[in-house]
């Protein structure tokens, strides 16, 4: 099956400049989460989607970020204005069901400046 | 709150050896238990996943043990090899997400 795809790979912006990030889940995924990991942590939870409802987004900061699952598949997380500590990597995941493992993407690097 | 602990939080081994990861977590409520491979710069690679009926899974060299009642979960990589050189990390399922330790960088110098 295919995995879980994202894009771009890469990013560097000016602070104050905006970004938004793309992710594809494995088909039939129901699930879908976006994590931030700052170098050298573990992934921090920033949304979680079912079909296209949000059923946990209480660490994101909603002053700057926001994202949607239009129809239950693609997702997109911008951050508008992106600031010096958004610099992280952003990993896209999805899960089949409650029993079942994540399946992550190779992530997004974003490097603000 | 659950959180997850991982011990060491580096290791450097000669390649060859048998090594043992930690992995801690304070609230044994959970659906699974899942053990991930991190290159630099890049995404999380599944390794093992255990359901909590589970008491260890094994794939090739690595096996993974799970201890509700204490809380812990160790990963065990045999005959390392330089290419298992990555960081490691342990996500527990409370059931809507998982939560993730902050890994352990693995070395194996040839």
């Known amino acids: 099956e295919a995995g879980v795809a994202q894009s771009p790979r890469y990013k560097i912006i000016e602070k104050r400049q905006s970004v938004a990030f793309w992710c594809n889940p494995i088909s039939g995924h129901a699930t879908l989460y976006w994590y931030q990991q700052i170098l050298g942590q573990g992934p921090k939870l920033l949304i979680q989607?079912?079909?296209?409802?949000?059923?946990?987004d209480s660490q994101l900061p909603k002053d700057r970020f926001s994202a949607e699952r239009l129809k239950g598949v693609d997702s997109t997380l911008k951050i508008q204005p992106a600031k010096l500590e958004d610099s992280a990597v952003y990993l896209c995941?999805?899960?089949?069901?409650?029993?079942?493992?994540?399946?992550f993407g190779s992530g997004t690097r974003l490097t603000v400046v | 709150k659950q959180e997850v602990t991982q011990i060491p939080a580096a290791l450097s081994v000669p390649e060859g050896e048998n090594l043992v990861l930690n992995c801690s977590f304070t609230?044994?409520?959970?659906?699974?238990l899942q053990w991930f491979r991190q290159d630099p710069g890049k995404g999380l690679t599944s390794l093992l996943l255990i359901q909590s009926s589970q008491r260890e899974q094994t794939s090739g060299r690595l096996n993974a043990s799970l201890d509700k009642s204490s809380g812990r979960s160790t990963l065990y990589i045999a005959a390392s090899q330089p290419g298992d050189s990555a960081t490691y990390l342990c996500?527990?399922?409370?059931?809507?997400?998982?939560?993730f330790g902050p890994g352990t960088r693995l070395s194996v110098l040839p």
């Open positions: 609230d044994s409520a959970i659906y699974n």
């Open positions: 996500a527990v399922n409370r059931g809507q997400n998982f939560v």
């Open positions: 989607f079912q079909n296209n409802g949000v059923v946990d």
């Open positions: 995941a999805s899960k089949g069901g409650a029993d079942y493992g994540y399946t």
